[in-house]
């Protein structure tokens, strides 16, 4: 028997003790007192492992909601990410021959560029530059 750390022995020992120090009359009073004080200790402690369960069990039932919805929230942002890949691929694959024929190298001129590589247009043929 262990009862808060304390064997035996020692329940023999405090209980000499408190015989010699109370008294044979007034020691089995004092040993009803502490032994209602330690069933109200054991009740009192049913009591809160009972709400405790109780409230964890809540805890964890929302938790597993929760749970749930993000795994739902989950699919439909992949199925909407799945879905919204395939329709850019779909696109790309559409416009490709389109942009192939459009290239700058098959129009005018070959390798003429548009835009100068400084990022200024050429200049016009037959314009003069007057430095404006």
Same mark, same amino acid.
């Given at each position: 028997?262990?009862?808060?750390?304390?064997?035996?022995?020692?329940?023999?020992?405090?209980?000499?003790?408190?015989?010699?120090?109370?008294?044979?009359?007034?020691?089995?009073? %004092? =040993?009803?007192?502490?032994?209602?004080?330690?069933?109200?200790?054991?009740?009192? +402690?049913? @009591?809160?492992? $009972?709400?405790? /369960?109780?409230?964890?069990?809540?805890?964890?039932?929302?938790?597993?909601?929760?749970?749930?919805?993000?795994?739902?929230?989950?699919?439909?942002?992949?199925?909407?990410?799945? %879905? =919204?890949?395939?329709?850019?691929?779909?696109?790309?694959?559409?416009?490709?021959? +389109?942009? @192939?024929?459009? $290239?700058?190298? /098959?129009?005018?001129?070959?390798?003429?560029?548009?835009?100068?590589?400084?990022?200024?247009?050429?200049?016009?043929?037959?314009?003069?530059?007057?430095?404006?």
């Amino acid at each position: 028997m262990n009862f808060l750390g304390i064997g035996l022995p020692e329940i023999v020992l405090i209980s000499l003790i408190a015989v010699v120090v109370l008294g044979p009359e007034r020691f089995p009073e %004092a =040993a009803v007192q502490v032994a209602r004080a330690i069933k109200w200790l054991r009740g009192y +402690a049913t @009591e809160n492992t $009972r709400d405790l /369960r109780h409230e964890f069990a809540e805890l964890t039932r929302e938790y597993e909601e929760m749970r749930e919805e993000l795994n739902e929230v989950r699919q439909a942002v992949t199925s909407g990410v799945t %879905a =919204a890949s395939r329709e850019i691929s779909k696109v790309i694959d559409e416009t490709k021959p +389109a942009l @192939e024929e459009a $290239r700058p190298d /098959r129009i005018a001129g070959g390798n003429e560029p548009i835009i100068e590589p400084g990022g200024e247009l050429p200049p016009e043929p037959d314009r003069p530059d007057n430095g404006a």
